[in-house]
């Protein structure tokens, strides 16, 4: 019965001690908890008004409300009267050597950030980076995957794409197609134009301004090289090299103008 009387003041002492404390603690959670997700859910309509990438909202999201979450949980163990330097320590240390661990993935993230905020390119652009040519099929927050004209998909690290040369040939909405004809030295230059301009107009891919142009460019050792310059949409850019290429030949076939090409010449020893 003693014991029993003991312990009960022992409790009630330990009530009034640690009591208010702990009254105090799961105030501070309640309203932190409070805080941190009107913060984030202020944070995300700010994203979403200024068009953020989905999947980079998503993770400064979760990163944030971690930070949060943790500091939250710090500062209760604290009023609990727990001493937060050690959990601060080991969390820091943690923290140090992941970031040594993961050196070259923390930037490639950092990359995937930099990519998605200032959108140098598109999902569905043409572009050409890190010696790679292909169309944008997914921004990750690692990685660029594209695919290139001959359908090979490339991975490559984000980190490389924000810190090197990127070509966009989509931005701009259009691209010029290049292309150059070789016509005999003897040919009409004035008629060969016409001819490859009529090729060039006739291509309802090919955009009527900036208007195509034919253009002597080269002198060369055995034609006169014109340069076949239309402009298409960078989605048609295949499709109008390919059909610049072949219609080009058939006309001045037709039109009677010779393309040169090397002539093999065998010299026999009569014996």
């Given at each position: ?161 924000a810190n090197g040369n990127i070509i966009n040939y989509t931005a701009e909405g259009k691209i010029r197609v290049d292309t150059t004809v070789g016509i005999g030295y003897g040919e009409d230059i004035k008629k060969a134009k016409d ?77």
């Amino acid at each position: 019965m003693e014991k029993a009387e003991e312990w009960f003041k022992y409790a009630i002492e330990l009530a009034k001690e640690f009591g208010p404390k702990l009254i105090t603690a799961i105030i501070i959670y309640i309203v932190g908890a409070w805080i941190i997700k009107k913060v984030i859910g202020t944070s995300r309509k700010m994203m979403s008004r200024s068009k953020y990438d989905e999947s980079l909202q998503r993770f400064l999201l979760n990163l944030v409300s971690w930070i949060l979450k943790v500091f939250l949980i710090l500062l209760v163990i604290s009023q609990l009267g727990v001493d937060v330097t050690t959990f601060a320590a080991v969390i820091a240390a943690a923290g140090l050597a992941i970031g040594l661990a993961l050196q070259g993935s923390l930037g490639n993230f950092a990359g995937g950030v930099l990519i998605m905020i200032f959108k140098p390119y598109r999902i569905g652009d043409l572009i050409e980076a890190q010696g790679v040519l292909g169309t944008v099929k997914e921004i990750e927050i690692f990685t660029t995957k594209l695919v290139t004209p001959q359908n090979k998909l490339a991975i490559v690290p984000n980190g490389a794409m924000a810190n090197g040369n990127i070509i966009n040939y989509t931005a701009e909405g259009k691209i010029r197609v290049d292309t150059t004809v070789g016509i005999g030295y003897g040919e009409d230059i004035k008629k060969a134009k016409d001819v490859l301009l009529e090729v060039l107009t006739s291509n309802p891919l090919v955009l009527e301004e900036p208007a195509p142009s034919v253009n002597v460019s080269e002198l060369g050792d055995s034609s006169v090289n014109l340069a076949v310059r239309p402009y298409c949409k960078p989605e048609d850019y295949w499709s109008v090299f390919f059909a610049a290429v072949e219609g080009s030949k058939l006309a001045l076939d037709k039109a009677g103008i010779e393309i040169p090409y090397p002539h093999q010449v065998n010299i026999r020893k009569e014996e």
